[in-house]
Antibody, heavy 114, light 111 residues
Framework: EVQLVESGGGLVQPGGSLRLSCAASGFTFSNYWMSWVRQAPGKGLEWVANIKQDGSEKYYVDSVKGRFTISRDDAKNSLYLQMNSLRAEDTAVYYC???????WGQGTLVTVSS | QSALTQPASVSGSPGQSITISCTGTSSDVGGYNYVSWYQQHPGKAPKLMIYEVTNRPSGVSNRFSGSKSGNTASLTISGLQAEDEADYYCSSYTSSSTPWVFGGGTKLTVL
């Protein structure tokens, strides 16, 4: 059974940092592009970043470029999102997503507030 | 403002059919056959319903179908059921600096 389990969310002050993790199981992690998608409270979905199977290509939504870094560790079947210089508008549930979106984790809530 | 435009809400009675539109440009919906549709119930993660415009993942009811004409993609749900009441989002690959974009979402109400 495919499982994606996010962790690392929480309350952080503006300007702070957080590192999200996604533990994958039930499939060959190294074979898939992986993405982060977020959803602000009461709002729609927003694609944030994705990373190619070998980590050689990474893409970001304009609003997080230079602040967020996506990475992966295929040996640990894990996906990460390092978030720096956090802003109030980054407050959202962050989902880990496999490939073109056929599997999603349950999400982890990031709240940026003083 | 979302890159793809969806109606904010649609409604229908049980047994009826509804269609949700997703309008983009030639740089996204119109230019690629990489349109997906997701269903999201309150407090739950999104679920993939349609991928690559017309394809249904295994386990998704054949009451759900997708199509595309020009820069507009559509999701049709036939034989509406109460359990179909949810938010629906389209997404597309795009040639812009942000390779994937979502629509703003459509709330489906089953009357």
């Amino acid at each position: 059974e495919v499982q994606l389990v996010e962790s690392g969310g929480g309350l952080v002050q503006p300007g702070g940092s957080l590192r999200l993790s996604c533990a994958a199981s039930g499939f060959t992690f190294s074979n898939y592009w992986m993405s982060w998608v977020r959803q602000a409270p009461g709002k729609g979905l927003e694609w944030v970043a994705n990373i190619k199977q070998d980590g050689s290509e990474k893409y970001y939504v304009d609003s997080v470029k230079g602040r967020f870094t996506i990475s992966r560790d295929d040996a640990k079947n894990s996906l990460y999102l390092q978030m720096n210089s956090l802003r109030a508008e980054d407050t959202a549930v962050y989902y880990c997503v496999r490939g073109r979106g056929n599997y999603w984790g349950q999400g982890t809530l990031v709240t940026v507030s003083s | 403002q979302s890159a793809l435009t969806q109606p904010a809400s649609v409604s229908g009675s049980p047994g009826q059919s509804i269609t949700i539109s997703c309008t983009g440009t030639s740089s996204d919906v119109g230019g690629y056959n990489y349109v997906s549709w997701y269903q999201q119930h309150p407090g739950k993660a999104p679920k993939l319903m349609i991928y690559e415009v017309t394809n249904r993942p295994s386990g998704v009811s054949n009451r759900f179908s997708g199509s595309k004409s020009g820069n507009t993609a559509s999701l049709t749900i036939s034989g509406l059921q109460a359990e179909d009441e949810a938010d629906y989002y389209c997404s597309s690959y795009t040639s812009s600096s942000t390779p994937w974009v979502f629509g703003g979402g459509t709330k489906l109400t089953v009357l």
